[in-house]
Each structure stands twice: as structure tokens, then as C-alpha cells.
């Protein structure tokens, strides 16, 4: 990670992460595809945790079940390593193709999620939506957490517990879908008065 801060993930190269590991470049390619999976490793097995937990938890609505798995998985993982998680999203945000890794990698995780809520019996279309609706509750906290806009020190599991509570409170209540023109008709008139 110090490498990426230091000169940029394009100006650093696979020998001098091995070099700087005290590797050869061969150990390194035994451990990693490529220097993208140094900022990725790991992921498909906390997919993997994150769907087991999904699983394994006891009755639960499925918005509920994955808020309690993300918080749990994520919260064990990264808690403590504040820091870290800052250096990393930003090598990411800094780079095209990490960017688009990491949102191949949310996906995946998104997908593990969705299918772990089939196995508990919730039905194909509120598995996804369940999952989709998670995963942007742990997106924003995640934010969140490397901005540290919330309080200072709350862990970030209690952060995606909080942004899951916030999603519910934005959607809660009926929507009146009957007339959706009428409804953007008035926003808009009443945007532009």
C-alpha cells in the first residue's frame, strides 16, 4: 500500500511490491494474478463469510439478514484498519480499472448475498432486491467511515447499521405510483417556480 501512495499504482511495479515484501517475484505470483489482487486480495472469501453468515443467521427479514452479515464481516475485517481503508480507496479512486475491479467485486459480492437469501427461501426478485438495497446501505457507510463524517470512533459495522436504518426511513410508507406523471409534473413545476 505504502508503494501505491508513494508512486502512484501505474509507477509501481510488480518487483518492487515483491522487493519491498522481502519476495521474489515468483513467491509473488504464487500469492497474487497480478498487483491488482494486492488491493483485492481476499475478497472472494469474505463473499464467501458475508454468504455464510447471510445463511446462518437465525429468522430474520432478508434486508435485516444481510445488514447483520455486511455489519458482522465487514466490521471484523476492517475495524482497526481505518487508515489502510483510506490509503486503498484512494489508490482505487485514483485509477480507472481499479475502480471498475472494485465495482466487479461488489457484484460478485452482491450476487453471493442474493443467492445466500435464496437458500434461506426468500423468492429470486426479493433476494436481489434485498441484496442491491444492502449492498448501497454498506456502500454508503463504508464513505462514511473514510471520511469519518459520523462520529468519531463508532465502528463500522454500527455505521452500516445506521445507513440500513436510514434506507428504511427514506423508503418507508406507501408510494403513490398510480400517477407517476402527475407526481414528476408537479416536481417539476414546483422545481422551477
Request: charged share 25%.
Amino acid at each position: 500500500m505504502e508503494l501505491f501512495a508513494e508512486h502512484g499504482y501505474d509507477g509501481t511495479t510488480v518487483a518492487e511490491i515483491a522487493e519491498r515484501a522481502g519476495l521474489t517475484e515468483r513467491t509473488f505470483f504464487r500469492h497474487f494474478a497480478d498487483k491488482r489482487e494486492v488491493l483485492f486480495a481476499g475478497s472472494d472469501e469474505l463473499a464467501e463469510r458475508v454468504a455464510q453468515l447471510v445463511v446462518d443467521l437465525p429468522p430474520a427479514p432478508p434486508l435485516a439478514a444481510v445488514t447483520a452479515a455486511l455489519s458482522s464481516a465487514f466490521g471484523d475485517q476492517l475495524d482497526g484498519l481505518l487508515s489502510w481503508a483510506r490509503q486503498r480507496q484512494a489508490v482505487i479512486a485514483a485509477n480507472r480499472e481499479l475502480g471498475e475491479r472494485e465495482v466487479a467485486k461488489l457484484g460478485s459480492l452482491t450476487a453471493a448475498i442474493s443467492q445466500a437469501l435464496g437458500r434461506r427461501g426468500v423468492d429470486g426478485p426479493t433476494a436481489r432486491l434485498a441484496a442491491e438495497a444492502g449492498m448501497v446501505a454498506f456502500r454508503v457507510a463504508f464513505d462514511r467511515w473514510i471520511a469519518d463524517d459520523l462520529p468519531a470512533g463508532e465502528p463500522l459495522g454500527e455505521r452500516i447499521r445506521r445507513c440500513a436504518a436510514e434506507l428504511g426511513a427514506v423508503t418507508a410508507g406507501p408510494l403513490d405510483l398510480a400517477q407517476p406523471d402527475s407526481a414528476a409534473a408537479t416536481a417539476t413545476s414546483t422545481a422551477s417556480s
